[in-house]
């Protein structure tokens, strides 16, 4: 069994900083990409951010520049530094990973159960 676990969200003002992370536990024979996705009240979920363990990024048009990902391997952790924060980027920011659990068998996607941004202006 694999599971995902986020931390580090909270209430924070217009301008602020918050770091959000993930650690992945259990079952775990390779992680591939990392992520972040989010889902505001009344609004579809969105990928926010991603990493391949290689280490390439992608973000989303809308955090460019303010947000950053990181990974730690050995920790199985993924991070996410949240700058100037805005009210818009308020929602439950939830965790992905692409997990295969055992040698030979398929890798799987794996969510977490989420964490609350709100971000006040």
């Known amino acids: 069994q694999v599971q995902l676990v986020e931390s580090g969200g909270g209430l924070v003002q217009a301008g602020g900083s918050l770091r959000l992370s993930c650690a992945a536990s259990g079952s775990i024979f390779s992680i591939n990409a990392m992520g972040w996705y989010r889902q505001a009240p009344g609004k579809q979920r969105e990928m926010v951010a991603s990493?391949?363990?290689?280490?390439?990024?992608n973000f989303a048009d809308s955090v460019k520049g303010r947000f950053t990902i990181s990974r730690d391997n050995a920790k199985r952790t993924v991070y996410l530094q949240m700058n100037s924060l805005k009210p818009e980027d308020t929602a439950v920011y939830y965790c992905?990973?692409?997990?295969?659990?055992?040698?030979?068998?398929?890798?799987?996607?794996?969510w977490g159960k989420g964490t609350l941004v709100t971000v006040s202006s």
């Open positions: 992905n990973a692409n997990i295969r659990s055992l040698l030979g068998v398929p890798a799987v996607d794996y």
């Open positions: 990493i391949t363990n290689g280490g390439m990024t």
